[in-house]
C-alpha cells in the first residue's frame, strides 16, 4: 500500500494541477445555479473536495488495477511510456485517429475521482453508498423529461453501484432503440461467456491428402496486415504467459499471441512459410475458411463504413485506408482480401500461392502457425472506447459460438439475451438483433443498462471490470473527446449511443461527495442531434455538481 501510494503521489500531483484550471472553470460556470451557497463556501467546498478526492484516491489506489510492481495500473502503463504522459489508455493512433480533442492531453489522465470510483467498487468503504434521492428529481427532470431536445420518446435510470439502489427514474422499464449503448450487453454477455483471458485465433492448415493450405478465420477484426502498427501493440497492455486462454496456445510450428498488440497476419506468413520449408514445400494451393460464422455476412442496415462484412476472417477490419475506428470505406468481401494479401505475404517468404478461394478446413488438417488477439479484455476496452461496430458483431458471434447457438444475428442475439438472463438480469423487453446498436429493432430498458453497470461494479465479478475500464472518459477519450469541454470533463465515463432520432448515454460518475453512480438516458424521436447530445450531457454533468 506504501509503494503504490508513493508510486501515485506525483500523478496526483501533476492532476491536481492539471485539472485546476477546470475546477476553476466550472465552479464560474454553475455559481448562477448555487445562488444559496456563498462564495466563500463555494470556495472552501472546492478545495476541500478536491482535497479529499485526492486522498481518497489514494486509499484505494491498489484496488483500482490491474496493477504493476510501480503502483501503476498496468493497462495504462504501455501507452504512458510510449508517449511520456501519465494516464488513460488511448486504443487509437494518437489524436487524430481516436478522435481525441485538440489540445487535450494524450492519453486521458487517470483522474482522481474516476480511479477513486472505480477502486470503491472492489474496496469496502472506499466508496460512500449514495444516500436517498434527494433532490436528483429536481436536478433531471427540467433535463430529461421536460426538454423537448430529448424527442417524444425519454426513459432514464440512476442507481447507487455500490447498491444497486435505483435513485431516480423515468419510465425506467420502458424499452427504447438504445443505438450503440447496446455494446455495453454485448461486453458482459462475451466476458461472462468466455473470460477476459480468452483469445481469438487465427491460423493455418495443411491438408495432409491434397496439399491444401487453408487459412482458417478465427473471428478476430483486429488482425492487421499492417507493417507497422503505429505503436498500436502499445495500448493493449503487455501479455502474460498467464493471459494467453484457451485461445492463445500454438499449434505445430505455430506461436502463442502476437506481442503486445493485435494479431498479425505477417507474423503467420512468416511462421506459416517457415514450416511449410521445414517440409520441403514451396508451392501450395492456397484456400480460406470462415465457417465459424453462419448466415449472411451483412448487416441489415445493408453496405455502410461503419461496419464491414461480418466473416470471420478479416484482416484490419476491411478497412481500405489507414484509419484504425470510425466510418470507413470498407472492400467488399473482406475474407478474399485478407486470403489475397496472405498470398503476397507468403511470396515474401519464398512460397508461391494460388488466388485464395473458400473451403473448409478437415479434422484431418494440420495446424502449421496461430497469431492470437489480445485477451478479451483488452477487446472489450476497445469496443467500447471506440465504439468498434466490428468487434461489437465479432463477441456477439463469439458469445454464440461459446453457448452453443448458431453464429449468426439471430444466433448472437439470442446468446446474449440467454446470458444476461442467467445473470439474473432485467431483460424484460429487451430485444436483441445485433451485437452493435446499429440494428434499429434492438431494444433496451434503463433499468437493464444500469443493472448491467451494476454487475460490473460487483466486487464478485471482476472478470467484468472491463465493462467499467473501457468506457470513454468524458472529454479525453474515444467517443466522448470532444465532448464536457467544462464541468464534467475527466469525471463521467459513458458509452454513447447515435442514430438517425436516437440518443443515448450510458455510464459511471463519481459525485463530488464520493458517490459512485450508474445512469442511462434514452432518447428516441430526436430532431437535432446535437441539441439531443448536449442535452444527455448536462444531465451527467447535473449527477457530478455539488
Known amino acids: 500500500m506504501a509503494r503504490a501510494a508513493d508510486a501515485v503521489r506525483p500523478r496526483l500531483a501533476r492532476f491536481a494541477r492539471a485539472t485546476g484550471p477546470r475546477v476553476t472553470r466550472f465552479a464560474r460556470a454553475t455559481a448562477p445555479r448555487l445562488t444559496r451557497i456563498t462564495r466563500p463556501k463555494t470556495w472552501q467546498y472546492t478545495a476541500g473536495a478536491a482535497t479529499a478526492g485526492l486522498a481518497l484516491a489514494a486509499g484505494v489506489v491498489t484496488a483500482a488495477g490491474p496493477w504493476d510492481s510501480t503502483g501503476q495500473r498496468t493497462a495504462e502503463r504501455d501507452r504512458a511510456v510510449a508517449l511520456d504522459h501519465t494516464g488513460g489508455a488511448d486504443h487509437g493512433h494518437g489524436a487524430e485517429a481516436s478522435g481525441t480533442a485538440p489540445g487535450s492531453p494524450r492519453p486521458a489522465p487517470s483522474a482522481g475521482a474516476v480511479l477513486t470510483g472505480l477502486g470503491g467498487t472492489t474496496t469496502p468503504g472506499g466508496v460512500k453508498a449514495a444516500p436517498g434521492t434527494g433532490n436528483l428529481a429536481d436536478l433531471l427532470d427540467p433535463l430529461l423529461k421536460d426538454d423537448p431536445a430529448l424527442g417524444g420518446h425519454r426513459a432514464a435510470a440512476v442507481v447507487d453501484l455500490t447498491t444497486g439502489k435505483r435513485l431516480?427514474?423515468?419510465?425506467?422499464?420502458?424499452?427504447?432503440?438504445?443505438?450503440?449503448?447496446?455494446?455495453?450487453?454485448?461486453?458482459?454477455?462475451?466476458?461472462?461467456?468466455?473470460?477476459?483471458?480468452?483469445?481469438?485465433?487465427?491460423?493455418?492448415?495443411?491438408?495432409?491428402?491434397?496439399?491444401?493450405?487453408?487459412?482458417?478465420?478465427?473471428?478476430?477484426?483486429?488482425?492487421?496486415?499492417?507493417?507497422?502498427?503505429?505503436?498500436?501493440?502499445?495500448?493493449?497492455?503487455?501479455?502474460?504467459?498467464?493471459?494467453?486462454?484457451?485461445?492463445?496456445?500454438?499449434?505445430?510450428?505455430?506461436?502463442?499471441?502476437?506481442?503486445?498488440?493485435?494479431?498479425?497476419?505477417?507474423?503467420?506468413?512468416?511462421?506459416?512459410?517457415?514450416?511449410?520449408?521445414?517440409?520441403?514445400?514451396?508451392?501450395?494451393?492456397?484456400?480460406?475458411?470462415?465457417?465459424?460464422?453462419?448466415?449472411?455476412?451483412?448487416?441489415?442496415?445493408?453496405?455502410?463504413?461503419?461496419?464491414?462484412?461480418?466473416?470471420?476472417?478479416?484482416?484490419?477490419?476491411?478497412?481500405?485506408?489507414?484509419?484504425?475506428?470510425?466510418?470507413?470505406p470498407r472492400v467488399p468481401d473482406p475474407a478474399d482480401a485478407a486470403a489475397r494479401t496472405f498470398a503476397d505475404l507468403l511470396k515474401q517468404h519464398g512460397i508461391t500461392a494460388s488466388p485464395p478461394g473458400p473451403s473448409k478446413a478437415t479434422g484431418r488438417a494440420t495446424t502449421l502457425a496461430t497469431v492470437s488477439s489480445p485477451p478479451l479484455s483488452a477487446l472489450v476496452e476497445r469496443m467500447l472506447t471506440n465504439s468498434d461496430n466490428d468487434l461489437a458483431e465479432a463477441l456477439a458471434r463469439h458469445t454464440a459460438v461459446a453457448t452453443g447457438k448458431r453464429a449468426d444475428f439471430a444466433g448472437a442475439g439470442a446468446a446474449v439475451t440467454a446470458r444476461l438472463k442467467q445473470l439474473g438480469l432485467p431483460v424484460d423487453g429487451a430485444r436483441f438483433h445485433d451485437g452493435s446498436g446499429l440494428d434499429r429493432t434492438d431494444l433496451i430498458t434503463p433499468d437493464l443498462l444500469t443493472a448491467l453497470l451494476t454487475e460490473a461494479a460487483d466486487p464478485a465479478r471482476p472478470q467484468l471490470r472491463a465493462v467499467l475500464t473501457g468506457l470513454p472518459v468524458a472529454h479525453f477519450t474515444g467517443t466522448l473527446a470532444g465532448r464536457y469541454t467544462d464541468g464534467a470533463a475527466g469525471l463521467v465515463r459513458a458509452k454513447t449511443g447515435t442514430l438517425t432520432g436516437v440518443n443515448t448515454l450510458a455510464g459511471t460518475i463519481t459525485t463530488p461527495d464520493g458517490h459512485l453512480l450508474g445512469f442511462a438516458f434514452l432518447a428516441n424521436g430526436t430532431t437535432d442531434p446535437y441539441t439531443a447530445q448536449t442535452t444527455l450531457d448536462r444531465a451527467a454533468t447535473a449527477l457530478a455538481s455539488p
Do not use: C, F
Open 168 to 328: 431516480y427514474g423515468l419510465d425506467s422499464d420502458a424499452a427504447l432503440t438504445p443505438a450503440s449503448t447496446t455494446k455495453i450487453a454485448t461486453a458482459v454477455a462475451a466476458l461472462t461467456a468466455m473470460g477476459p483471458d480468452h483469445r481469438l485465433t487465427t491460423r493455418t492448415a495443411l491438408e495432409p491428402d491434397t496439399g491444401e493450405l487453408v487459412l482458417v478465420g478465427g473471428g478476430d477484426p483486429t488482425l492487421t496486415a499492417r507493417e507497422d502498427d503505429g505503436g498500436t501493440s502499445r495500448t493493449w497492455g503487455s501479455p502474460r504467459a498467464s493471459e494467453a486462454g484457451s485461445g492463445g496456445e500454438a499449434g505445430s510450428g505455430g506461436e502463442a499471441g502476437s506481442g503486445g498488440g493485435p494479431a498479425s497476419l505477417r507474423t503467420l506468413a512468416e511462421k506459416t512459410a517457415a514450416a511449410l520449408k521445414k517440409r520441403d514445400v514451396r508451392k501450395v494451393t492456397l484456400s480460406y475458411d470462415t465457417t465459424l460464422y453462419a448466415g449472411p455476412d451483412l448487416h441489415p442496415i445493408g453496405v455502410n463504413e461503419n461496419l464491414a462484412r461480418v466473416t470471420a476472417l478479416m484482416a484490419d477490419e476491411g478497412r481500405t485506408d489507414d484509419s484504425t475506428s470510425g466510418p470507413a
